[in-house]
């Protein structure tokens, strides 16, 4: 394999296609980009198994061929060379990288032994718009479970019925619902995607693109921007039911300022976060909410105005999940259901059902 490229172009398709190379494997080949030079191009591609992403670069191909490149090393160097153009030659061992006066070399594996890709995943579609699926995906995917314990709770379940898309995530602390408009759907969508996969995608989203679709097939899921195809798996088994899960009516229900509650909240978080627990007090009263923290370090003691509808309460929650739920909300105001102490919060817009976030009080001895 022989080609030349810009240093500029290489770079961006490296960098883009290295964050699907695997860095937990005992398969060396997943960590590595594979590269294929035919015709006027050179086709980057890398996955980890569950993950796989591929770009396309223009390219003046002397010699047809494909090789795999160490992702990881080979993306950290050919980002030093973006202001050069790039001579790749290969002989199946080693890859010679020729850039100005300068040659260096990496050691290559077969390209024989990378993973077949599926990419014919077309049985089901939507489509909508660059804006909303960024905004589905900000709104929620940070309530994903982090840990291996469940699975599909590293997933979020996406539905579409009729008109609409909903995504939900959670992780037994906390949940994410956002649902939006479908532009056009062909047949109806049960999946479980990796929150890993939304986020990728998330990031690969421009803003000239208007409308986005999203293909999925058995248990692949496929979307395509420009010159770049993203393609993933999707996790198996019985998400929890959701429906059970928020309360149908709440005993109070506040009215709030949404940046003045995050910035109390951030606050109190200061020496919130020096406890194991990361408390933050809320004590709602007619007219007033005050937002405390009191941790071996010091106190936090703070008033915010609220509107409230019903009985006063003391509830103790994780600051942690209370400002990144409020910082996704992305509302001037925001409604807060509650049913006491030991009940879940419930944080929505104060008009429409756009988005939901559920959040389990922590139990204190007081």
Do not use: H, W
């Not at 699926?133 to 579409?160: E, H, W």
């Not at 679709?213 to 798996?233: G, Y």
């Not at 003391?314 to 739920?325: D, G, P, R, T």
């Amino acid at each position: 394999m022989k080609i030349i490229c810009e240093g500029i172009e290489l770079s961006d398709a490296v960098m883009k296609v290295s964050k699907a190379c695997s860095t937990k494997t005992t398969n060396p080949i997943l960590e590595c980009i594979k590269i294929t030079a035919e015709n006027d191009a050179m086709t980057l591609i890398a996955t980890d198994g569950e993950m796989s992403i591929r770009k396309k670069v223009r390219a003046e191909v002397l010699e047809e061929g494909a090789i795999c490149v160490p992702g990881k090393f080979f993306a950290d160097f050919i980002k030093k060379l973006e202001n050069e153009q790039i001579t790749l030659e290969s002989n199946g061992e080693q890859v010679n990288i020729v850039y100005g006066e300068s040659e260096s070399s990496m050691q290559v594996l077969n390209a024989d032994d990378f993973p077949a890709i599926e990419v014919q995943i077309t049985e089901k579609r939507i489509e909508l718009l660059t804006k909303d699926l960024k905004d589905l995906i900000a709104k929620t995917t940070f309530c994903c479970a982090q840990d291996d314990s469940r699975p599909v709770l590293k997933g979020v379940l996406i539905r579409t019925n009729d008109a609409n898309i909903t995504f939900t995530a959670l992780d037994g602390y906390r949940m994410a619902v956002c649902k939006k408009e479908l532009k056009s759907a062909v047949g109806d969508m049960r999946i479980i995607c990796p929150g890993r996969t939304l986020n990728e995608i998330g990031r690969m989203l421009g803003a000239d693109e208007e409308t986005i679709e999203i293909f999925i097939q058995k248990n692949m899921l496929l979307v395509s921007i420009a010159d770049t195809v993203l393609t993933s798996r999707l996790y198996e088994g019985e998400f929890v039911n959701v429906a059970n899960i928020v309360p149908k009516e709440f005993t109070s229900r506040i009215e709030v300022e949404t940046k003045a509650l995050e910035e109390s909240v951030e606050r109190a978080a200061v020496l919130a976060r020096t406890d194991k627990n990361s408390i933050v007090t809320f004590d709602i009263r007619e007219e007033s909410m005050n937002v405390s923290s009191n941790t071996s370090i010091g106190r936090v003691n703070e008033s915010v105005k609220i509107r409230l509808e019903g009985k006063d309460v003391l509830i103790a929650l994780n600051c942690k999940y209370v400002s990144e739920c409020l910082n996704a909300a992305g509302d001037e105001r925001v409604s807060i259901g509650l049913n006491g102490a030991v009940a879940p919060c419930v944080v929505t817009p104060v008009a429409g059902d756009s988005y939901l976030y559920l959040i389990l009080p922590v139990r204190t001895s007081a």
